[in-house]
């Protein structure tokens, strides 16, 4: 357990070095499938930290995609999701005909991840899948499974590698749980 200077104590739930040979072994199985013309999207911004480490795991594995960022928003500041998710910063790239896999730090409700697929899928993409650090499989409010996924987390808030609460935390290299 590791105090802040906010006031907040977190508990470690998944270690910087339980998260780095998880990646790699999610790195294999994606090269395993030899993606072609891949564009690997992260979904800022929580997914920054879990992305630049996949990506260069992806790239031990062999495999050089292209990279674009999309900025969606759905948490706001408050911890629960508002239910609306809204584009805040769109792609560069043209995704038709393209294979895309979607990076997220969580599956919570699935909102998120229903809409990015919804949108890039409306755009033409000949595959899309979706890759997350976390997966809360009892928060989820719309059906949606992750084609890779790093961890299955219970269902409490989280921050750390790359996920905050109000701007904060996202610098740790550990997921962990915010105790109050
Ligand atoms: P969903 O749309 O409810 O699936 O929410 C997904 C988004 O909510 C993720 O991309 C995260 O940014 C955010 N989120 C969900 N749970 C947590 C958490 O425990 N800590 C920080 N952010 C979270
Ligand atoms: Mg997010």
């Given amino acids: 357990m590791s105090n802040t200077d906010v ?18 072994v999610l790195a294999q199985e994606i090269a395993a499938k030899r993606p072609e013309n891949l564009l690997v999207v992260p979904i800022l911004k929580g997914s920054f930290v879990f992305a630049a480490d ?3 795991a992806l790239h031990a594995a062999g495999i050089a995609p292209e990279v674009d960022f ?9 911890r629960s999701s508002s239910g609306q998710v809204s584009i805040l910063r769109d792609l560069d790239l043209d995704v038709q005909q393209r294979h895309v ?5 969580v599956l919570d409700s699935g909102r998120t991840l229903a809409f990015a ?28 499974e992750p084609d890779y996924c790093a961890f299955t987390c219970p269902d409490v808030f989280v921050v750390g590698y790359g996920m905050d609460v109000g701007h904060r935390y996202r610098e740790l290299p550990f997921v962990g749980r915010l105790v109050d």
């Fill in 7 to 24: 006031g907040h104590s977190i508990e470690t739930i998944f270690s910087a070095g339980e998260i780095l040979s998880r990646l790699q």
């Fill in 54 to 56: 996949l990506l260069r």
């Fill in 70 to 78: 999309l900025t969606l928003s759905s948490y706001r500041k408050s």
């Fill in 101 to 105: 896999i979607l990076i997220d730090d």
């Fill in 117 to 144: 697929k919804d949108l890039i899928s409306a755009r033409g993409a000949a595959k899309i899948e979706t890759c997350v650090l976390l997966d809360k499989r009892a928060a989820r409010a719309v059906s949606i």
